[in-house]
């Protein structure tokens, strides 16, 4: 998440197939020595060597979960897994043990906390170095070629193509997977609060960081202030509110699959030193599945309502845009003006897809990760979260100009035998 005003700021964010590869994986647990980072007096793990891993197909793996707890359990820096044919990215082998490749003990904690609340949970299968799924898609530290003050040399005067090459084939995955565990819990009639399992480093340029857990949040408050509050209530710990970093970071997961859609969530960061063995992992895992407990049963139904509370970052963009002047020197753009544009755009977009009945909805999936289907669900959450009755049906005709089942007869042609491959 982004560094939070007036703290430290972290900078450590950092073209193969993914087949069934070798890849080097150091994925946090046993086995594991103490060093001290040269220069920074703080202890992290080092494993003696990279530990090769003939992985799956996919960059990231699920956890199977009864979808109708309502929760969705996520972990963006769960390994520091990079495909073969990318080395190491220049780097020594003991700086992918370290944050900036991933975040120690978090996959544990995520895996642990979906055993025991039942719940599904995503993990990515890929180091941050690579590509940050935590991070939007136009931010500058999507792709680090400097983290932590090192330098990453197979990250260095990267040409687009590779960074688009990383995004279709790592970042992408993952965030589809994301998008189809929602939608699952959506259809079940429970849309699901989504906790995301960070960790952090116990100290930074030799300041110590006094906090053993921290909830990052943005604008949302119904799962972020009771979970501060449950946490809180736990004999001696001390618990940060969005330290050590700030939950409000425009288009980073949270802000994608939870402020977008208007799902409660919440990023909780633990302190790396005490989860990298088995048993802190399982402590925390255990101490964090006895609050979420508590909180989603105190909150009932409220947590699973589509509420669109926005975000400050977009306020703060909002606000740098409405006071650009324009060539006669006025304000350009005020809310009201900003709502009626993007209506506008949306009518716009509804008519063309209407017009281009020729470009079926598999089309619009394969290459662009929507479609109709989506708009309309879109639209009907909207509508819910205004406290407006709109059924599925209604909302796809909104978006179809015709009852669905009318424009599957007229327009629906029968889908290939095989997929597709995208081309250009």
């Known amino acids: 998440m982004a560094p939070a005003k007036d703290k430290p700021k972290i900078v450590g964010n950092c073209v193969a197939t993914w087949a069934p590869i070798k890849l080097f994986s150091c994925?946090?647990?046993?086995?594991?020595?103490?060093?001290?980072?040269?220069?920074?007096?703080?202890?992290e793990r080092s494993l003696d060597t990279l530990r090769q891993d003939?992985?799956?197909?996919?960059?990231?793996?699920?956890?199977?979960?009864?979808?109708?707890?309502?929760?969705?359990?996520?972990?963006?820096?769960?390994?520091?897994?990079?495909?073969?044919?990318?080395?190491?990215?220049?780097?020594?082998?003991?700086?992918?043990?370290?944050?900036?490749?991933?975040?120690?003990?978090?996959?544990?904690?995520?895996?642990?906390?979906?055993?025991?609340?039942?719940?599904?949970?995503?993990l990515s299968r890929f180091s941050r170095l690579l590509i940050d799924p935590n991070r939007g898609l136009d931010d500058p530290t999507l792709v680090m070629q400097i983290s932590d003050g090192l330098i990453v040399p197979g990250n260095a005067g990267l040409a687009l193509t590779e960074v688009e090459t990383r995004i279709e084939r790592y970042y992408q995955p993952y965030h589809r997977a994301i998008e189809q565990a929602v939608e699952t819990a959506v259809a079940l009639g429970k849309p699901p609060?989504?906790?995301?399992?960070?960790?952090f480093t116990q100290a930074w340029k030799g300041v110590v960081r006094p906090w053993e857990v921290g909830v990052l949040w943005d604008k949302d408050p119904r799962l972020a202030l009771p979970l501060?509050?449950?946490?809180?209530?736990?004999?001696?710990?001390?618990?940060?509110?969005?330290?050590?970093?700030?939950?409000?970071?425009?288009?980073?997961?949270?802000?994608?699959?939870?402020?977008?859609?208007?799902?409660?969530?919440?990023?909780?960061?633990?302190?790396?030193?005490?989860?990298?063995?088995?048993?802190?992992?399982a402590e925390w895992a255990m101490r964090l599945a006895h609050v979420l407990r508590k909180v989603l049963s105190d909150a009932g139904s409220a947590l699973h309502a589509i509420e669109l509370h926005g975000s400050l970052t977009d306020e703060a963009r909002r606000a740098s845009i409405a006071q650009r002047p324009n060539r006669k020197g006025s304000a350009?753009?005020?809310?009201?003006?900003?709502?009626?544009?993007?209506?506008?755009?949306?009518?716009?977009?509804?008519?063309?897809?209407?017009?281009r009945s020729d470009v079926q909805n598999i089309d619009l999936m394969e290459l662009a990760g929507f479609c109709r289907n989506c708009l309309a669900t879109w639209y009907q959450e909207a509508a819910t979260a205004k406290g407006i009755?709109?059924?599925?049906?209604?909302?796809?005709?909104?978006?179809?100009?015709?009852?669905?089942?009318?424009?599957?007869?007229?327009?629906q042609t029968e889908a290939p035998a095989k997929p597709r491959q995208r081309t250009g």
């Open 193 to 199: 609060v989504i906790v995301s399992i960070h960790s």
């Open 389 to 411: 009755p709109l059924s599925k049906e209604e909302a796809r005709e909104i978006v179809y100009g015709m009852a669905y089942e009318e424009w599957r007869a007229k327009f």
């Open 27 to 43: 994925r946090g647990g046993g086995g594991a020595q103490e060093r001290e980072t040269r220069g920074t007096g703080r202890g």
């Open 54 to 122: 003939d992985s799956g197909a996919k960059p990231y793996r699920s956890i199977e979960g009864d979808a109708s707890t309502g929760l969705l359990i996520v972990c963006d820096h769960a390994e520091n897994t990079i495909p073969e044919a990318y080395g190491t990215l220049g780097l020594k082998a003991p700086d992918l043990h370290r944050h900036i490749a991933y975040d120690l003990g978090a996959a544990a904690i995520a895996e642990r906390l979906a055993e025991a609340l039942g719940a599904p949970a995503v």
């Open 228 to 281: 501060l509050a449950a946490l809180r209530a736990i004999p001696g710990i001390e618990v940060g509110d969005n330290v050590p970093y700030s939950g409000q970071l425009k288009g980073d997961t949270l802000y994608r699959h939870g402020t977008a859609r208007g799902l409660a969530h919440a990023l909780v960061e633990v302190r790396q030193d005490l989860i990298l063995g088995p048993e802190g992992q």
């Open 332 to 355: 350009v753009m005020d809310e009201k003006t900003k709502i009626e544009l993007e209506a506008a755009a949306f009518r716009r977009l509804v008519e063309h897809l209407r017009a």
